[in-house]
DNA sequence: CTTAACATAGACAAGTCGGTCTACCTTTGT
DNA sequence: ACAAAGGTAGACCGACTTGTCTATGTTAAG
């Protein structure tokens, strides 16, 4: 049976979320989930194991969404608006999908493991990795992909003012600042930056 | 005497910054300065107060090194172009002032202190809002403040996608994005980003 | 010289941590 | 019917946590 594993990693996954890996303690995590320390160390050989478990569950869930916002965007705007919107409602606490705006998961969690080479803080570099893949594939126009980076920076500004810095307004800016960006790539006369470099 | 305060919040600094406020103990903070347990409780009431004296530190620290780097601009380009290049420098760990790079103090510490009204997190919160206030207060033109927010939410993707995602070039991108931001607004022709909107 | 402030080392309290283990129960396939 | 796999409750371990306290030493001002 693979649910009770299941159980454990969304009860994992949520008071984490909530209160940062290093906050919640195994027993929290069993006594909310309701199920015996024997069958956690059954399942995962440790709590380090679990986090990569929970992260593994948030990369599903968060990629599932973007994926979902991102789906049958026609050109880089639509993907821009579309993607902003989302961070938004996100930041707002209208995205039952992925609970309460508590920042990034992976931002908050390779925030407590520093040791750069640990399978911790791999994963949360991979997981930045494929969000910006998921960006870049949701692009249609094969020249215009170098735009997922850019939009990639503007999307991890906005997270960490809106978290930190508690501006709930920081997705809008993103989007403005993308506008006018985009803006000025379409003027045939201003082409300063040209954005296939990268 | 406030020496023995003063090692104190230099060995919780450096051993917090490089760890995680969570990850590290009193008693190795005490092993490290040589100061003995009581004299600290002397200092401080608790752990807590430890930490917002590291926080205090680190913040003059930083907005230290930020005046120094942004003193004497003349424009925003100037501003631009010398804080993105102070921030391609501290994420190559050529800053001694800084420490090696581990990302933004405040928003890994923020990270672990989920209260969202708890003095810590309010603290980084503060933090972000006087680091805005010393950009806007280094550009010379009057009419422009408003990029200091733009120049804040770039700041902020550069940091953490030059921590979380690995990626040591981001100070460089936001940099690029921004110079093609200013092309765009000195264009008469294209004014579609009306810069004095907050 | 005395007194007060500040320092030291480190035992100790009281609790939490991750993780192991015993003992028992339930489900499932053969 | 029986065995194996997976479950439960929770005692227990050793290490570590923050914070208090005793007992002693040093420094400086009146």
């Given at each position: ?51 990569l ?27 821009i ?24 998961f ?32 949701s ?13 990639m ?19 809008k ?23 296939t470099?990268?």
């Open positions: 049976m693979n649910d009770k594993r299941q159980e454990l990693i969304d009860a994992a996954l949520a008071l984490f979320y909530e209160k940062g890996v290093k906050s919640v303690g195994i027993n929290e995590i069993l006594a909310r989930s309701g199920v015996a320390k024997k069958t956690l160390y059954h399942h995962f050989a440790s709590k380090d194991a679990l986090i478990g929970a992260l593994g569950q948030r990369h599903e869930q968060f990629i599932g969404w973007l994926a979902r916002v991102l789906s049958g965007s026609q050109s880089v705007d639509e993907v608006d579309r993607l902003f919107t989302g961070l938004d409602h996100w930041f707002n606490g209208t995205v039952e999908e992925l609970g309460d705006f508590r920042g990034c992976f931002i908050n969690t390779a925030a407590q493991y520093t040791e750069l080479n640990s399978e911790i803080a791999s994963y949360c570099a991979k997981h930045k990795a494929l969000v910006a893949q998921t960006i870049r594939r692009i249609a126009e094969e020249n215009e992909q170098a735009w997922a980076d850019t939009i920076l503007l999307k991890e500004g906005a997270i960490t003012s809106a978290y930190v810095g508690q501006q709930v307004g920081a997705a800016q993103a989007q403005q600042i993308l506008a006018a960006l985009r803006a000025q790539a379409k003027s045939p006369t201003l082409s300063v930056h040209n954005r470099s990268r």
